[in-house]
């Protein structure tokens, strides 16, 4: 990762506080990058938290680790850092997902750490309306944020709202660009920072793994929610597999269809799923479905030697809370949303928050495999080869399904 940090560094001096992405598309692959955000440690990131499953400020530790993917680098912190009062609202699931949220927590921590006081972190419930978002975020304002992050795209519609009425608050919101988008109406919302990911090019590299990994020439994706952000995933996926093994046969399926989003919290579903894959000869399943994903790797484990289950978005094999299961997670696809978390907190504190769309890629370290465990260890060579072809543009990841 060392040329990944020289990158981040260059590309950061040269370019900070710009908007380098067109607002409105998720997919990095044009070569655009975000101008604050910093590489990672692919095997350091890291699930950070306990579960919370209503709307709490619990922050308690989840693995045996304390440094975040992102604590050697980034930006410093260099304004006044008692202006800035910060809280998240997070996705189902919340802290303890071992995932998703659990890195966006590692950013909000890492920023704590140094300084920063937060007033809130509160939780989403699943099937809760919009408005459940909209009275959520207007209560962190209300106990004092006037930084505030909203984690997952369906805080769009919401934040949106809130965001417009309370011009002088700071807001990011991870993985929808929406609100940044030139051609929505009434244009983009000068105070909000949209913070996506290139989650194809990281699922690629999972994908190139599995390919080659598999004994059983039969491997799978299981999203937890069939809509076109995780159809990000699953093309990557996909496409990693048939680059390295063309003959590959790759069964893909989702929990849950919008609007139930449950899909994102329900393990149980997950095991039945990824049993009935292993049952018929699949050897590796790619999980990006957040808290679900426990149920993948707990169907992994009883299926027996030679079955596998990839983490997403945190080094799932790190977690505390799936340490029974570890031995089976082959690798995870990380995405640092604690990177962009931390970014949007400390452009705050040194008086120029970010706004408009900012792409996280492989380049800055946005995105990852994790090498925990060793069990993909034969294969690094390989996997960094394509990585860099990535990086360089020789090798376009598709973004989309079909």
Not at 30 to 46: L, R, Y
Not at 133 to 156: C, E, P, S, W
Not at 307 to 320: C, E, F, L, M, T
Request: hydrophobic share 40%; charged share 20%.
């Amino acid at each position: 990762m060392r040329r990944a940090r020289s990158l981040r560094l260059l590309v950061g001096v040269a370019v900070a506080g710009m908007v380098l992405a067109a607002c409105g598309s998720t997919s990095s692959g044009s070569g655009t990058e975000s101008s604050s955000s910093s590489p990672s440690q692919s095997s350091s990131s890291q699930s950070s938290s306990e579960q919370s499953s209503s709307d709490t400020g619990s922050s308690s530790s989840d693995t045996g680790a304390t440094e975040s993917s992102s604590s050697d680098a980034g930006p410093q912190m260099t304004g006044d850092k008692t202006a800035v009062k910060v809280g998240l609202a997070y996705d189902l699931g919340g802290r303890g997902d071992q995932s998703f949220n659990d890195s966006a927590a590692r950013g909000l921590d890492k920023a704590v750490g140094e300084g920063l006081t937060k007033v809130n972190e509160l939780t989403a419930v699943n099937g809760e309306p919009d408005s459940a978002k909209v009275d959520r975020l207007n209560q962190l304002i209300k106990d004092g944020a006037n930084t505030i992050v909203a984690v997952g795209f369906a805080y769009a519609g919401p934040l949106g709202d809130v965001a417009a009425k309370n011009p002088n608050v700071h807001f990011g919101i991870v993985d929808n660009a929406d609100l940044c988008d030139p051609a929505r109406q009434g244009g983009p919302l000068k105070n909000v920072d949209c913070m996506t990911f290139a989650e194809e090019q990281g699922s690629f590299l999972v994908g190139v793994a599995a390919g080659l990994k598999s004994k059983s020439g039969k491997v799978a994706f299981i999203g937890g929610v069939d809509v076109p952000l995780l159809q990000k995933f699953q093309a990557g996926f996909d496409a990693g597999v048939k680059a390295v093994k063309p003959d590959a046969q790759i069964s893909d399926k989702y929990i849950s269809e919008p609007p139930d989003f449950s899909g994102f919290n329900d393990p149980a579903s997950g095991e039945k799923m990824a049993k009935g894959m292993y049952d018929s000869g699949v050897d590796i399943v790619y999980a990006a479905a957040g808290g679900s994903g426990a149920g993948v790797f707990k169907a992994a484990k009883a299926a027996g030697a030679d079955h596998w289950g990839i983490g997403v978005d945190s080094d799932q094999y790190n977690a505390k809370s799936l340490a029974d299961v570890k031995d089976v997670i082959l690798t995870s696809m990380v995405k640092n949303v604690d990177i962009a978390v931390y970014d949007f907190f400390a452009s705050a504190v040194n008086g120029a928050a970010l706004t408009g769309q900012h792409v996280y890629d492989l380049k800055v370290g946005g995105v990852a495999f994790a090498t925990s465990g060793g069990f993909i260890d034969d294969i690094a060579s390989q996997l960094n080869g394509w990585k860099d072809k990535i990086i360089s543009g020789e090798v376009k990841v598709p973004t989309t399904i079909g």
